[in-house]
């Protein structure tokens, strides 16, 4: 049952990206969109973790181990993470930043308000995904151009009603 429930968040997360993608006219990107949430390298191991295999309200190492493969395998395989963009060099221990592409930036600005629709259903709020951006993203890693572009994006949505 565990992974039907989790099917069914994935689908419905991914048509409210689908629906904000076709916004932004990047229809391809929300029809493909997480797509490699369903490869057996993310579903798995991030279905299990997702109603988290509880013990006494602690969770089994080896699944945290799983789940954090899968999520590497994500932020790897989909351009529209910030991760899949930074690189680190370790002769000089600095992070190589990549100018993430405009098409990929509507596609984060997407994913950030379709999952937040997703999850908060009837609370949804057009400042919540500025909110969670503020509150939540300082470590991301990111072109300042496009940070900026995000965070701005994110913001003119926040005073709409």
Not at 33 to 49: G, Q, T, V
Not at 92 to 114: F, K, N, S
Not at 145 to 156: A, F, H
Request: aromatic share 18%; glycine share 6%.
């Amino acid at each position: 049952m565990k992974y039907i429930n989790y099917f069914k968040t994935i689908c419905i997360h991914k048509w409210y990206v689908f629906i904000e993608c076709y916004k932004q006219g990047i229809i391809w990107q929300g029809i493909i969109h997480d797509l490699s949430k369903f490869s057996p390298a993310e579903f798995i191991a991030s279905s299990y973790y997702y109603f988290g295999d509880r013990s006494d309200g602690v969770i089994n190492a080896g699944i945290i181990e799983k789940y954090q493969e899968s999520w590497l395998h994500h932020k790897g395989h989909n351009k529209h993470h910030w991760e899949y963009w930074v690189d680190w060099d370790s002769n000089t221990g600095e992070y190589i930043l990549t100018h993430i592409p405009l098409r990929y930036m509507e596609e984060m600005y997407a994913d950030m308000v379709g999952a937040s629709k997703a999850y908060n259903k009837k609370d949804f709020d057009c400042g919540e995904p500025f909110k969670y951006f503020t509150e939540k993203c300082n470590g991301w890693v990111m072109d300042s151009e496009n940070k900026k572009w995000l965070k701005d994006k994110l913001e003119e949505l926040s005073k709409t009603k």
